[in-house]
């Protein structure tokens, strides 16, 4: 089965920080990775699919990259909102499986 | 404006059966694959089922297969998942999703928009 890993478990930084989180696959899947920010209390946000493409109405600090089985989610200038933990998702096989995701925190 | 609301669910005894509604709305209903993913509490996101915009193919992960049914009524713009033996593991917040394909990569899809979730708690 697909394993999907994502580091850091956590991460801490201050406003106007460049953040950036890794999501790898135990095999290729291509570009098949979709970025979720999910809040307390709150359902899942997507902000990247296909590994690089910006949704719409997310802002352009959030960025991704990566094929094959390493991936990259980079916040340019970490804001206040955007804590949260970030979870990876795989769509290439069946089952969708999701990183076991990344909490942001704001010094 | 697209959304997705659940509902159904509850506390519920282990080996009992609960049925949870997504209802839809703001969007061409028929059109689009939905999905259910559940939450533990404290945990990460685990994917459960889909079906098909036509309901002609739903899969599921291992987890529930045999236990849970997913299935929709276009008419009434909603989908369902009917859960049958319960267990103490299943409790979690559910979540629906539509699923929305790439334009330019159609093989490639992503869940556009959620519901708020409903919580689960199987426990004796």
């Known amino acids: 089965d697909m394993q999907m890993t994502q580091s850091p478990s956590s991460l801490s930084a201050s406003v106007g920080d460049r953040v950036t989180m890794t999501c790898r696959a135990s095999?290729?899947?291509?570009?098949?990775l979709n970025w979720y920010q999910q809040k307390p209390g709150k359902a899942p946000k997507l902000l990247i699919y296909a590994a690089s493409s910006l949704q719409s109405g997310v802002p352009s600090r959030f960025s991704g990259s990566g094929s094959g089985t390493d991936f990259t989610l980079t916040i340019s200038s970490l804001q206040r909102e955007d804590f949260g933990t970030y979870y990876c998702q795989q769509t290439y096989s069946s089952p969708i499986i999701f990183g076991p995701g990344t909490k942001v925190d704001i010094k | 404006q697209v959304q997705l609301v659940e509902s159904g669910g509850g506390v519920v005894q282990p080996g009992r059966s609960l049925r949870l509604s997504c209802a839809a709305s703001?969007?061409?209903?028929?059109?689009?694959?939905i999905h259910w993913v559940r939450q533990a509490p404290g945990e990460g996101l685990e994917w459960v089922a889909v079906?098909?915009?036509?309901?002609?193919?739903?899969y599921y992960a291992d987890s529930v297969k045999g236990r849970f049914t997913i299935s929709r009524d276009n008419s009434k713009k909603t989908v369902y998942l009917q859960m049958n033996s319960l267990r103490v593991e299943d409790t979690a917040v559910y979540y629906c999703?539509?699923?929305?394909?790439?334009?330019?990569?159609?093989?490639?899809?992503?869940?556009?928009?959620w519901g708020q979730g409903t919580l689960v708690s199987v426990s004796s």
């Open positions: 079906i098909w915009y036509d309901g002609s193919n739903k």
């Open positions: 999703a539509r699923e929305e394909i790439v334009i330019a990569a159609p093989y490639e899809y992503y869940f556009d928009y």
């Open positions: 095999q290729s899947i291509n570009t098949f």
């Open positions: 703001g969007f061409t209903f028929n059109n689009y694959g």
